[in-house]
């Protein structure tokens, strides 16, 4: 193992600490006094890449390689330097080189099968000129990657960015079984790995039988781990918005509930009741709505774990559809109210009621279905 110099050491404790320009400062001026230092050259390289710099991190890759040109950690920074600056078709050769170098180590292998698997796409990409590939398309150019990849796992079954290069090499290529498995590798790694969180959960709120509020708890859930994910934070919003749209079938129950106990469509088999109606039969009509509502939505919504209840509140606030949608609702059962309550002599009013509550609903309840999706 090298040993590296007491200031190399001091800067790798503030590249630790992301000081990099602290960091910086302190290896200039070790290598003033001895420019042969490969280990500071090195750091400095990590350092100009940490700052969004790879120019200069190629620069100094370049000297560290002319003091050892076989050097590794040289060498990976000349790769990743080349990456951070859209190099990834040009790094085979540099990372082939690391390889040879380093034949024991898994990332080199692991972001040699990721250069190799995008060279590949972009040559059949300007081969055939085709811009989207087939699963069958994918898996046939994928094949070197694939292997270069799965010999990466098995010189580093716990390094993530090689379960990370597989798994988007065999979820390409459209192979769930392999893509699955290696999704809960990365989370058994690293619990809290964004995307694999992200594939996972929609996995699961999307699977069939699942409804409207499990998928939503299924999001908040994940979102509670991932506080800044705005993907997760637009899929729980429509996962609510379906909750929210459940309102209005409700409300459509509701409204057909008088209006069946009214019959407001007779026939010679089943004539209109006397009317008025009884006080009390229109009282039960209201304590079935009420019942509706009651086991329909409230429990429901008493139910919800604390971030859903939270996001419903949030969601009237920002989103106008969700707005429309509980204004429809409301409006369906303020008819609803008023076919029920008042004592009606005939049923123009009644009916003409019916049709207010209706028509808005169905107007819009199929055309804002894609909101949902």
Known sequence: MTTLHPTVEQAQALIDFERYEQALELLGRHLAEDPGDIRAWVKIGYCHLNTKAPRQASEAADEALKLDPEDYGALMLRARAMVDDGGWLNVEPVLRQAIR????????????????????????????????????????VSGEAADLAMEALRLGPEDLYAHVVAHRIASAAGNRTVSDQLDEAILRIDPNHDEAVARQTKKAAEAPGVNAVQAAELYAGALAGQPDSSWMQQQLDRATYRLLRGTRWLALLCLVTPAAMINLFPSDDHPAPALPLPIGQRLWSMVIMAAIWGFGAWRRYRKLRAGVQLNVRSLIRRGRWARVVLAQSGWAMLCALLIAGPAWADLAGPRLLFWAGLVPIAATIWFDKNKAR
Do not use: F, Q
């Not at 292998?109 to 699963?135: N, P, Q």
């Open 101 to 140: 170098v380093a034949p024991e180590e898994s990332y080199p292998r692991a972001m040699l099968a990721d250069a190799v698997w995008r060279a590949a796409i972009v040559k059949h990409a300007r081969t055939t000129g085709a811009g989207a590939m087939s699963h069958a398309d994918m898996d046939r």
